[in-house]
T-cell receptor, first 113, second 110 residues
């Protein structure tokens, strides 16, 4: 089992460009999450999907959109990238939202120039 | 008041010593508690979960939970240089997502 996979590993964008970060899990988990991690800020939740067909905003959703494509896949889209979105992005999954351990993907390091 | 607080460190311990990492949380109704280890440039890795008061041991790791005092701690016995990492505390209440602390950096010197 690969666990949680993310693509790409690294990306450089120019301000205003768009891109989609891909995430997939093979653990048959219901819930999936997108976080960003910045120095001194810790992990901050962008969006999550409690189950297939549902998505909800987290702490820092502005500038992002998500799609729960199916049970396995959860994508994060930046429609018009800004330098403030330079960060490391992690996808995670868990069996359910409530009280369950989350497992993280390897991350995407994004730089917006 | 921050929801989950950790001392940012670094916490420096010599090899073979016990490292004690602490975390306090503000929501008294919190029910699930997790410790993650994150090496520099890597993703968080779950090392312990604890749900009830008391101690939970797994190898060299012991998680301690005291709901009355609203703190959870992680003890690492016989610390090794390979334990050098940032340790994240995460807390969950009811039907809500995890709230992470900002982490404590641990440095274990040979």
């Amino acid at each position: 089992n690969a666990g949680v996979t993310q693509t790409p590993k690294f990306q450089v964008l120019k301000t205003g460009q768009s891109m989609t970060l891909q995430c997939a899990q093979d653990m048959n988990h219901n819930s999936m999450y997108w976080y960003r991690q910045d120095p001194g800020m810790g992990l901050r939740l962008i969006y999550y999907s409690a189950s297939e067909g549902t998505t909800d905003k987290g702490e820092v959703p502005n500038g992002y959109n998500v799609s729960r494509l199916n049970k396995r896949e959860f994508s994060l889209r930046l429609e018009s990238a800004a330098p403030s979105q330079t960060s490391v992005y992690f996808c995670a999954s868990s069996e359910e939202v409530t009280g369950n351990e989350q497992f993280f993907g390897p991350g995407t390091r994004l730089t917006v120039l | 008041q921050k929801e989950v607080e950790q001392n940012s460190g670094p916490l420096s311990v010599p090899e073979g010593a016990i490292a004690s990492l602490n975390c306090t949380y503000s929501d008294r109704g919190s029910q699930s508690f997790f410790w993650y280890r994150q090496y520099s440039g890597k993703s968080p890795e779950l090392i312990m979960s604890i749900y009830s008061n008391g101690d939970k041991e797994d190898g060299r790791f012991t998680a301690q939970l005291n709901k009355a005092s609203q703190y959870v701690s992680l003890l690492i016995r016989d610390s090794q240089p390979s334990d050098s990492a940032t340790y994240l505390c995460a807390v969950n209440k009811g039907y809500s997502t995890l709230t992470f602390g900002k982490g404590t950096m641990l440095l274990v010197s040979p």
